[in-house]
């Protein structure tokens, strides 16, 4: 038996003005997908639970079988684990991005203009980064460069920094209501402005009419994940396909293959066609397991571009889903293969929220239509009356072919 997830991060939405009051998901030309929702099972599932934040990170850990009320330890521990950095039981972790802010003299009157800093390259970062830790490295902090924009700090005194805001939640607001509580983190945010502002990378950004990065944004505090092996826990071996630390991280510290793609970066722009090529190639090496995770349409969310997002989608079902299901069937052998994002990412809010999203299932054996009308969408996968409240079960669901 061969289980797939295809995970279009962010996909589930609002209805939108600017596509005549249609989703993403409803807007978007989605043959393959919606060929196989007149066969397959639709459901709806809470990925975020009561109290916890509607991140990525507690959304794909539920989606990958992991309850997040048991093995959540924050978001930036297990992009250390992607990036290679140990970790000791006591130390402190942050996820660093690379923002661009307005251009105030004063910080603390500065506007969040872009979280991704206009998804600066992995070469540029590096530079900055490398930089910035000739700088501000010391004792008790430390920076490691990551993909992009998204970056790791390492604290060792043990403190914690009390509240701290991911930038994608301030989009073109003021930051001063969402400055770090702590002192520390916040001068070290200030310092890193003060050095990257005039740097040569960003001079050049500037030049050819690109954001700068021109702070650290710090956030997603955590400590030291403890997660179960996958094999031990599900009894498969499979592999993980990703263009972000956050999800390899879990792949590395569950024990299932990380699988890096040359040119994937996670936005529409991503290397599709490489990600297919490596689903493909693991599946015909025998993985029994694979998560593919595509972050472009949760970035075009983010940005709050209408026409990237349903391009998103329309991509991942071109360029993934359509090519996997084909290889699927090649194989000829049993197979269950979901579609489903991890949370919504409204582009009327440019920010994920809790609500629960729309999961598509479909198994070598469903060769009868169920409903020739059937497409997958928030609308129809509600209408089938499924609903599981604690999505961390899904997985387990689908192996006892309880769904």
């Known amino acids: 038996m061969r289980y797939v997830i295809v995970l279009g991060d962010g996909m589930a939405d609002l209805p939108c003005d600017r596509l005549g ?16 929702a007149k066969y397959g099972k639709m459901g709806m599932m809470r990925t975020v639970y009561e109290g916890m934040a509607p991140g990525s990170d507690v959304a794909n850990l539920c989606v990958m079988g992991y309850n997040p009320k048991i093995y959540y330890s924050g978001r930036s521990p297990l992009e250390a684990a992607s990036i290679g950095v140990a970790l000791t039981d006591t130390d402190i972790t942050y996820r660093a991005n690379l923002v661009t802010l307005s251009s105030e003299s004063v910080y603390e009157e500065k506007t969040m203009l872009d979280y991704s800093a206009g998804e600066i390259t992995t070469q540029e970062a590096a530079a900055l980064i490398q930089t910035l830790k000739q700088e501000l ?20 005194d043990r403190k914690r920094a009390g509240r701290l805001t991911p930038p994608h939640d301030i989009s073109d607001r003021p930051v001063k209501d969402y400055l770090p509580e702590d002192s520390v983190i916040l001068s070290i945010m200030k310092k890193s402005h003060e050095i990257l502002k005039q740097h040569p990378v960003n001079l050049d950004r ?7 990065a021109d702070s650290l944004w710090i956030w997603g505090e955590g400590v030291k994940p403890r997660l179960d092996s996958f094999e031990e826990k599900y009894h498969l071996t499979g592999s993980v396909i990703s263009a972000v630390d956050l999800i390899k991280g879990i792949g590395v510290l569950t024990g299932l293959n990380v699988i890096e793609v040359p040119g994937a970066t996670g936005t529409v722009h991503t290397n599709f066609d490489g990600k297919r090529n490596a689903a493909i190639k693991a599946l015909q090496d025998g993985a029994q397991y694979l998560y593919i995770h595509l972050e472009a349409a949760d970035e075009s969310g983010h940005q709050g571009s209408a026409e990237d997002k349903v391009r998103s989608i329309e991509l991942i079902d071109e360029k993934i889903y359509g090519p996997v299901l084909s290889c699927l069937k090649e194989l000829n052998e049993p197979f269950r293969l979901l579609v489903l994002p991890d949370h919504p990412t409204p582009l009327k809010l440019k920010t994920h929220t809790a609500d629960p999203v729309p999961f598509l299932l479909l198994k070598d054996s469903d060769s009868q239509i169920q409903d020739p ?17 604690e999505g961390h079960t899904l997985l387990e669901k689908v192996i006892n072919n309880e769904l």
């Open 21 to 36: 009051g249609k989703t993403p998901l409803e807007a978007a030309q989605k043959p393959n997908i919606d060929r196989a």
């Open 206 to 212: 500037i030049k050819r009419g690109l954001h700068p």
């Open 373 to 389: 009308d059937a497409v997958y969408t928030e609308t129809y996968a509600q209408k089938s009356g499924i609903f599981l409240d």
């Open 137 to 156: 490295d010391s004792e008790t902090f430390q920076l490691f460069a990551g993909v992009s924009y998204r970056h790791l700090l390492i604290r060792k």
